[in-house]
């Protein structure tokens, strides 16, 4: 008989008790190779990949996408078998060609998935379509299955409602036998508002009136829990300023290119505004610190979370001792874990240990906002859209490329005349960039 491992939820954090399922990599049935990727799962600071514990095929999948599941809680298994020849496949080719494995394949957990007859072929109703099924009257049979292995998908209920066919003209307690046969949904057209509806709606009774319930992520529950706390525990105020690009911008426009040939890497203004917030954080110790009990902590060094737009969501890597960093070490760095935040990667090793923020709002067009801070750090400094503004110069009105910055602080700790000196050193800093090499 074949030995069957367990898959099981794995310790990813001292505070991590649960996760959700993000998506399956491998079907149920594919072979696996020891140590290859099977599952991402999401926790409350990052995604992370269960690797197969042993080669073999995957069965009996026991979460699917969006649930929950403890650590330590088996959501699957692998059944230690032979390669197949040809390098992949499913559990059903090896079955058929050893006489000493089981006769039939074991069948999908009862809690998971029910199995329906369609077309006279056995299929799987998973969860998600069986609920859709109920809410709407429907039998699977009336489904077709576009799932591996005949499996009746959420997305095959969804557009067979969507197709029009699912809407009878008023309920009945069975149906009545003389009734005429409804169209087959192929044959049925939908009406134009429905097929302007996005893919993802449920169509209820009104074509305009639609809901969709879907659970929460890991990231964006712990998001919402610490800005809420953010909000009810620090006294949290902003002040403004804004600065004058040309100078950073001059100076990106002639050494952009040779900087990308020497280091690998594009010139960005986020490296600039990590060095001029080292200076800052350095004249304005206190915006660099946090509240510990009746104590305050005060750093000597800079570790700056640069806030970046991930598969999940938005996401704050950590970039360690910034004041030790160089131009290309930073944007090195932020340009790589952009990538791991892309691929849903980041470690929360990654996310954790910041002393100060910074989130650029303009690359999505932001002109202004009031960022609020990452508990237990004191400040956040907000970037936003460069715009070319009249502005008065030695009694000239000018064009000038021009940024709002907002700087967040809590002011239990951080006074007002720290935080309007600490925008005014980042607005010194970057009109002058020769501050950054000269230390003045």
Excluded: C
């Excluded at 712990?222 to 009810?232: D, F, N």
């Excluded at 009031?370 to 508990?375: G, S």
């Amino acid at each position: 008989m074949s030995e069957i491992i367990p898959v099981d939820v794995p310790t990813v954090g001292e505070s991590i008790s649960e996760v959700q399922i993000g998506s399956w990599l491998k079907k149920d049935g594919d072979w696996v190779e020891n140590g290859e990727d099977l599952v991402e799962i999401e926790t409350e600071k990052a995604s992370v990949q269960i690797p197969a514990p042993s080669s073999g095929y995957l069965q009996g999948i026991l979460k699917q996408t969006d649930e929950f599941a403890e650590v330590g809680e088996t959501i699957a298994s692998i059944r230690v078998g032979e390669k197949p020849e040809g390098g992949g496949g499913s559990s059903d080719a090896p079955a058929a060609s050893n006489s000493s494995a089981p006769t039939a394949p074991a069948p999908a957990p009862a809690s998971r998935a029910s199995e329906k007859s369609v077309g006279g072929a056995a299929a799987f109703v998973m969860p998600a379509a069986q609920r859709l099924l109920d809410e709407h009257s429907l039998s699977a049979s009336d489904v077709p299955a576009t799932g591996p292995g005949g499996r009746l998908l959420k997305e095959d209920v969804l557009a067979y409602i969507r197709s029009g066919a699912t809407r009878p003209a008023a309920p009945a307690p069975a149906p009545a036998p003389a009734a005429p046969a409804p169209a087959p949904p192929q044959a049925m057209t939908a009406p134009p508002a429905m097929d302007a509806a996005p893919a993802h709606t449920l169509m209820t009774e009104g074509a305009y009136r639609s809901e969709e319930v879907k659970p929460m992520s890991m990231l964006r529950r712990t998001i919402a829990s610490r800005l809420v706390q953010a909000q009810q525990t620090a006294a949290l105020l902003t002040t403004f300023n804004e600065i004058d690009m040309s100078p950073v911008m001059k100076i990106r426009s002639k050494y952009k290119d040779a900087f990308a040939k020497k280091h690998g890497v594009k010139l960005g203004f986020m490296s600039f505004f990590a060095k001029a917030a080292v200076e800052a954080l350095r004249r304005y110790p206190a915006v660099n610190a946090e509240i510990r009990g009746d104590s305050m902590v005060y750093r000597n060094y800079q570790d700056i979370g640069i806030a970046i737009g991930g598969g999940k969501g938005l996401v704050v890597p950590v970039l360690r001792n910034v004041e030790r960093m160089s131009f290309s070490q930073i944007e090195g760095s932020i340009a790589e874990y952009a990538r791991l935040a892309g691929e849903n990667r980041l470690q929360p090793s990654d996310l954790m240990g910041g002393t100060f923020t910074i989130s650029n709002g303009g690359i999505y067009g932001s002109l202004l906002s009031t960022p609020i801070v990452n508990p237990p750090q004191s400040g956040i400094l907000g970037l936003h859209s460069i715009q070319e503004r009249p502005i008065a110069e030695d009694g000239q009105v000018v064009i000038r490329p021009m940024m709002y910055i907002a700087l967040t602080y809590d002011h239990r700790i951080v006074d007002g005349r720290e935080a309007v000196g600490f925008l005014v050193t980042i607005k010194e800093t970057i009109e002058d960039p020769a501050r950054l090499f000269l230390e003045v």
